[in-house]
């Protein structure tokens, strides 16, 4: 095999390890249940968000250095560091570790041991966490190097089967603007901010394999690729088998109860064994490098005064007291906090990804603040955006993030930047 071939399959691997969050399974399932019929409108809107949009940033971060301080820097230091520690809280304490928590206590405790306690299960979960990260062993790392391909040919399973065998016969379910909500479902993997973070480690990886420049750049996109196939193929399986299970559910069925179902209408009573364990053990192995990379940056960011310790226990805590939400109640904190995170994201790797056609970093500033400020507006109650097109739709910050870059392009006429000089 070349070394490129064998490069683009390792690497490809390692961005689909990276992306594939067992909690991430949840949503394609639910949303082919709520959509039915118009599945293939919803598979493409979450396709779009929830596996281009993090291809696209590592992609926009490779323009630069690599890393996500490259394109962030060019609105300031003062705002890529506040923004990165946003980032940086949602995909750890506030968001995505205490998902992992929920979802296993919901997938791989709750069916089989339905008298054990919320707080009680939660709480072994995260001593099991800090166990591993204080202790750094390569148990984990192990369990991780075999769950991912474990947890792949499970899934592969159920979507080959309940493609071949359906589960029940797919219904309209007179699901409106099935599209641009399937776009925002894509949001809640958090792919998108979790690439923008961990860009560094592919194009470090790629460096140190001895590519540059163009190589570098066609490298990423095969790598990406061979991930993005992947993860559509999950992705969008899960979003059709979502729709046979239409009849078969009612309105109060969580999330992860629907993939309890499917896995038990496909593989039996063993099902939502397997598919609880595997995704239990897949999710700790998830938040453990979540624990472990969050408690780094704040230390680093902090100049050592948050000890790496102290920040462990701390994200733990946090994380303990918004797990015991739920999986659904969490995903609805979620909602108000990634629809201000997610403009300012997009913006800055859309405009770093154009760099090409978009290099004035002036109206490049003001259409990133512009997208903040309306992403703000639009979770703020009593505030009516629908005036604005697309605003009805849920994205109410596209049209005047990109009027403000081109007033600020009239406006600042000499201010025009390559990544190389900001």
Do not use: H
């Amino acid at each position: 095999m070349k070394k490129n071939t064998k490069d683009t399959i390792v690497i490809g691997f390692a961005l689909f390890s990276m992306f594939f969050g067992a909690g991430n399974l949840i949503f394609p399932a639910f949303l082919g249940n709520k959509v039915g019929s118009q599945f293939l409108a919803a598979i493409i809107g979450f396709i779009i968000t929830g596996v281009g949009l993090p291809f696209l940033a590592i992609t926009a971060c490779s323009m630069g250095d690599g890393t996500f301080d490259s394109i962030s820097n060019r609105i300031g230091k003062r705002f890529s560091t506040i923004l990165t520690i946003l980032l940086f809280m949602a995909i750890g304490p506030m968001l995505a570790i205490p998902r992992t928590a929920a979802t296993t206590f919901e997938l791989a405790i709750t069916p089989f041991f339905p008298n054990i306690p919320p707080i009680v299960a939660m709480i072994i979960y995260f001593l099991i966490n800090i166990f591993f990260v204080f202790k750094s062993s390569s148990v984990i790392d192990t369990l991780g190097k075999y769950l991912t391909p474990t947890l792949i040919i499970l899934l592969g399973f159920i979507i080959i089967k309940g493609l071949l065998i359906p589960i029940d016969k797919i219904v309209s379910t007179n699901a409106v603007n099935v599209f641009s909500s399937s776009l925002l479902e894509g949001y809640q993997t958090m792919d998108a901010i979790a690439a923008l973070l961990f860009a560094g480690i592919i194009t470090k990886s790629l460096k140190s394999k001895g590519y540059r420049n163009k190589e570098m750049s066609s490298m990423l996109f095969k790598s990406s690729a061979v991930a993005g196939i992947g993860l559509a193929f999950v992705y969008g399986g899960l979003t059709y088998i979502g729709a046979q299970t239409v009849n078969l559910t009612s309105e109060s069925l969580g999330k992860t109860e629907i993939l309890i179902l499917i896995s038990k209408s496909i593989l039996g009573n063993l099902g939502p064994i397997l598919i609880g364990t595997a995704m239990g053990l897949a999710c700790l192995t998830t938040s453990i490098g979540l624990l472990s990379s969050g408690a780094e940056f704040f230390e680093k960011v902090s100049k050592g005064k948050l000890n790496y310790k102290l920040n462990v226990i701390i994200i733990s805590i946090v994380s303990l007291v918004i797990a015991t939400l739920g999986v659904d109640k969490i995903i609805v904190l979620s909602v108000p906090i990634l629809n201000v995170l997610y403009p300012v994201a997009v913006t800055l790797i859309v405009t770093s990804f154009l760099n090409n056609l978009i290099n004035n970093i002036n109206a490049i500033r003001l259409g990133t603040y512009t997208s903040l400020i309306f992403g703000i507006l639009s979770i703020i109650p009593g505030i009516n955006l629908t005036f604005i097109p697309l605003a009805k739709l849920g994205f109410p910050w596209v049209l005047p993030t990109v009027i403000a870059i081109v007033i600020g392009c009239m406006l600042f006429p000499n201010t025009y930047k390559k990544f190389s000089e900001v």
